[in-house]
């Protein structure tokens, strides 16, 4: 059966519907066509090209802080730093597209050098003074000292170290609570004693690190803000917030069988303010409602967590850098709220032996990660990841000073309280 009637038939059926007219509209549109989808992708390639250029032309600094011997304050006094640091300013549209500016963003680094515990903190050089500001007016006792980048100055060799690293995430969507120093009643500030820090065990594990080894945890935070809604030019949207009041609002409506115990009544903004017969919620449902109305009420911040255990290949312990780095994050996570655990990125991608032939990927995501670090990349490109949103209370459970429950010797503190001289001494 010869095909060239069929197609002969197809050709002269397209004819009569006017297929050619709607191609030739299709030739004349598409230099219009073309030129938003390159006018789009130049936009992007500049955006992108005058925030490098911007942040190339920034001092950086990282800045070391030591803790006095009577550290006393609470995880609040963190909180109320952090919070500080809000700012979801991004500059005028002039700033943002022809200089390059962005929101602010800093690095709050607890590092292990052999042993050797640290709390380090990079910044903008030009942001300096208000950091050190707000940080020695709600530590009164600390010493901060500005040093060279410690990630400098590690050279990785290839032929004798190895290195494990990850960035973390959530266990639920962001609305939902980590366990924090409110959920551990420090907010009370009671004795030393009685204290449960959630960080001290991490830290006491930071202290254990061997001769030739060296752990890394950069916390990277930016002020969180609302984004425009997909599909919309102008609407702007929260999905922390959206995912928040749909998950108190199905508590409020659920029965124990999981059904809606009622119409509801709902106010302008669609939250049930009452129903036609009442739900029965738990005592757990009860619980993870109100810290999640509690969690909306902080400031919130976009979070980056990226963790590095880096070694000579004959110290090198993979699963103590790995088992130490998962089970101190654990202490912040709860079955029943959220919980933070690696993501598969960088080394968590490697879990079987035939995923690395001869440690090629190993060593490259070494490199690479390595590079990330450094430049503290992670809300722009080129190292740009998916932030976690986390409220104030949140970061400064993660990212505060312990007090004296954290007895780990090689925790360099600073030797006495300083005192100013009388004012009545001899000239």
């Known amino acids: 059966m010869s095909l060239g009637p069929i197609f002969s038939e197809m050709i002269s059926t397209f004819n009569t519907v006017g297929t050619p007219k709607v191609l030739e509209y299709a030739i004349a549109l598409s230099p219009i066509a073309l030129a938003f989808i390159l006018g789009d992708i ?44 809000h700012n979801t300013s991004d500059g005028n549209k002039f700033a943002q597209y022809w200089n390059g500016e962005t929101r602010p963003w800093y690095s709050l680094e607890i590092i292990s050098v052999e042993g050797n515990v640290k709390f380090m903190i ?32 590690l050279h990785y060799d290839r032929k004798t170290m190895k290195m494990w690293s990850c960035e973390m995430k959530f266990t639920k969507d962001d609305h939902y609570p ?52 997909p599909g919309h030019l102008f609407k702007m949207h929260d999905h922390w917030e959206d995912g928040a009041r749909k998950a108190v609002n199905e508590i409020l409506m659920r029965d124990p069988d ?38 909306q009420t902080k400031y919130p911040f976009d979070v980056g967590i990226r963790c590095i255990y880096v070694g000579k290949k004959e110290f090198f312990q993979k699963p103590f850098g790995i088992g130490g780095i998962i089970g101190g994050f654990k202490q912040f996570g709860s079955q029943h709220m959220n919980g ?25 995501y070494a490199e ?3 590079m990330a670090y450094r430049r503290r990349s992670y809300f722009h490109p080129p190292f740009e990841g998916k932030p976690l949103v986390m409220n104030a209370e949140e970061l400064a459970t993660i990212y505060h000073f ?25 000239i």
């Not at 942001?127 to 990630?151: C, V, W």
């Not at 999981?258 to 757990?284: C, H, L, N, Q, R």
């Open 42 to 85: 130049f936009w992007h390639l500049w955006v992108r090209f005058v925030r490098a250029e911007q942040f190339l032309g920034i001092k950086y600094t990282v800045l070391e802080i030591r803790l006095p011997k009577e550290q006393v304050k609470s995880p609040l006094a963190m909180e109320s730093f952090l919070t500080a640091l």
């Open 122 to 153: 990079w910044t903008e050089d030009r942001r300096k003074a208000g950091l050190q500001a707000g940080l020695f007016s709600q530590f009164p006792g600390i010493e901060i000292y500005e040093r060279e980048d410690y990630s400098r100055s």
């Open 178 to 229: 980590i366990k924090t120093y409110v959920d551990y009643g420090l907010d009370k500030d009671p004795k030393e004693e009685f204290k449960v820090d959630p960080l001290v065990p991490f830290i006491e594990w930071l202290g254990t690190v061997g001769p030739n080894q060296q752990v890394w945890v950069q916390i990277l935070i930016q002020a969180h803000k609302k984004r425009k809604k």
């Open 258 to 295: 999981s059904k809606v115990a009622g119409d509801p009544i709902v106010d302008s903004v669609g939250k049930p303010t009452s129903f036609t017969k009442s739900p029965t919620i738990s005592s757990g449902e009860k619980e993870i409602a109100e810290a999640i109305e509690r969690s």
């Open 340 to 364: 933070i655990k690696p993501a598969d990125k960088w080394h968590t991608r490697l879990d079987y032996p035939w995923s690395d032939f001869k440690n090629i990927r190993s060593h490259w």
């Open 368 to 370: 690479r990660v390595l």
């Open 402 to 426: 312990p007090g004296a429950t954290a007895a780990t010797p090689t925790l360099e503190r600073v030797p006495s309280k300083k005192a100013e001289a009388p004012s009545n001494l001899p």
